[in-house]
């Protein structure tokens, strides 16, 4: 593995289903971030962790839920999917929370 | 919050230079990033600026106004390679980032 990898890289998921989006990153970086992608309104916070074991909320937090139990995973997930939540999804990961971030190549989810 | 405006999309010929806008209104700032991001692929970092003034990176350049809430990035001798979207983004006092909703540039031959 060589920076981020993110699972799946597609999926289509019935509304109501539960659905964890995985994140690994080699680089350990201590933050970590989730972000997804509509058109015309740019990438936009779930999630974020400042280190292992810390979670906060980003600017669209609802529905959502992370978890950081070591430094390499951040999953993601979604507990009961609605079509809202259709969109492209991002994980980022940066060192010591203030360079820039470096992102995997993303999940593209629809639910029906 | 963050209000951070870039126009929607450009269009330049190749070999030109195009200069993208980015105002921001911001409750903290700490940064702002430029990334370019193909179609269908996740950004890369561009630049990043903190202090007034202009950073330059081979054919790219960032220019940052803290009291006038203004940046830009200048691409110059544009190459169609150089056609992908360009988000501007305020990092905030938390290092929390908040994008715009980018910048679609078209490179013509």
């Known amino acids: 593995i060589a920076g981020i990898t993110q699972a799946p890289t597609s999926q289509i998921l019935a509304a109501g289903r539960r659905m964890t989006l995985r994140c690994t990153q080699d680089m350990r970086h201590n933050a970590m971030y989730w972000y997804r992608q509509d058109l015309g309104l740019g990438l936009r916070l779930i999630h974020y962790?400042?280190?292992?074991?810390?979670?906060g909320k980003g600017e669209v937090p609802d529905g959502y839920s992370v978890s950081r139990a070591n430094t390499d995973d951040f999953p993601l997930t979604l507990a009961s999917a609605v079509p809202s939540q259709t969109s492209v999804y991002f994980c980022?990961?940066?060192?010591?929370?203030?360079?820039?971030?470096?992102f995997g190549p993303g999940t593209r989810l629809t639910v029906l | 919050g963050q209000n951070i405006d870039q126009p929607t999309e450009m269009t330049a010929t190749e070999g030109a230079i195009v200069q993208i806008n980015c105002t921001y209104q911001?409750?903290?700032?700490?940064?702002l990033f430029w990334y370019q991001q193909h179609a269908g692929e996740a950004p890369t970092f561009l630049s990043y600026n903190v202090l007034d003034g202009l950073e330059e990176k081979g054919r790219f350049s960032s220019f940052l106004s803290r009291s006038k809430g203004y940046s830009y990035l200048l691409l110059k001798e544009l190459q169609m390679k150089d056609s992908a979207s360009y988000l501007c983004a305020v990092r905030d006092g938390d290092y929390k980032l908040s994008f715009g909703a980018g910048t679609t540039v078209t490179v013509r031959a």
């Open positions: 980022a990961s940066s060192d010591r929370a203030y360079n820039e971030q470096f």
């Open positions: 962790s400042n280190t292992a074991g810390t979670t």
């Open positions: 911001t409750s903290g700032f700490n940064g």
